[in-house]
């Protein structure tokens, strides 16, 4: 189990918890949306998850074998190493070329060997299929192909779990589809994806596990879900035939 939040109280500010009694658990190779209005706790959750945020009441808080409770400020940097992070924004930095981009990461997370840091740079361009855009500068990309940036950044360091916050926002239809299923492709080689995402018309698409921040709560859904999609496919055979 990479993460098992039991009763956990999610807080962003003030006394209240924006999400109460959250139970919330994910395995290898898990692929997992969190859904829900602007505002209901979505990226706040996510937030705790890379210790942005801080987990102060729970019963259990674990997360990639490490209590959150218990979890000293010096050890966040090794466990972050374990996860890739995609942003909504995409966060590159402007200033240097895509290949300085996944260097400075490579660098900042112990890699030393020039050698190595060129294969590893030009494995993840290439699983990314940009590997012709190593000296482009961000601003020279589309969007899509800067997320698809990001998504290399993620995967950089092989990472048990990428936390992407809302990763298809900023795209167009087609693309943002891109970026789905790419996800869904890694999630399918181990590393588990946990995503949110306002993109409801892709669930159906790319099933995963659901979850929903409503009220206050965390429930998970997929089950209702999928009913959902297969009531509204049912009818719409029927008006078809």
Not at 71 to 81: E, F, Q, S, T, V
Not at 230 to 239: K, L
Request: proline letters at 3%; one cysteine or more; glycine letters at 6%.
């Amino acid at each position: 189990m990479l993460i098992s939040y039991k009763n956990v109280n999610v807080y962003q500010t003030g006394d209240e918890p924006i999400l109460a009694n959250v139970d919330f658990h994910v395995d290898e190779g898990e692929f997992i949306y969190v859904i829900g209005k602007v505002g209901s706790g979505k990226s706040s959750l996510l937030k705790t998850l890379y210790f942005e945020l801080d987990v102060d009441e729970a019963d259990e808080a674990i997360v990639i074998n490490h209590d959150l409770l218990k979890l000293k400020r010096k050890h966040i940097p090794a466990l972050r190493r374990q996860m890739g992070i995609i942003f909504q924004d995409f966060q590159l930095l402007g200033d240097r070329t895509i290949y300085k981009n996944l260097r400075f990461v490579l660098k900042a997370t112990g890699w030393k060997d020039k050698q190595e840091i060129d294969q590893r740079i030009h494995e993840v361009l290439n699983e990314v299929g940009l590997d012709d855009k190593a000296d482009k500068l961000p601003h020279e990309l589309s969007g899509g192909e800067q997320q698809r940036i990001a998504i290399a950044r993620a995967i950089l360091n092989k990472p048990k779990i990428i936390i992407a916050d809302e990763p298809t926002g900023n795209l167009d239809p087609e693309t943002a589809e891109n970026i789905i299923r790419m996800l869904k492709e890694i999630s399918q080689t181990g590393t588990a994806v946990v995503m949110s995402t306002h993109n409801i018309p892709l669930l159906d698409k790319y099933p995963g596990i659901v979850y929903r921040c409503c009220d206050g709560k965390l429930e998970e859904i997929t089950d209702d879900y999928n009913k959902i999609s297969m009531n509204f496919d049912d009818s719409t055979d029927n008006t078809d035939n």
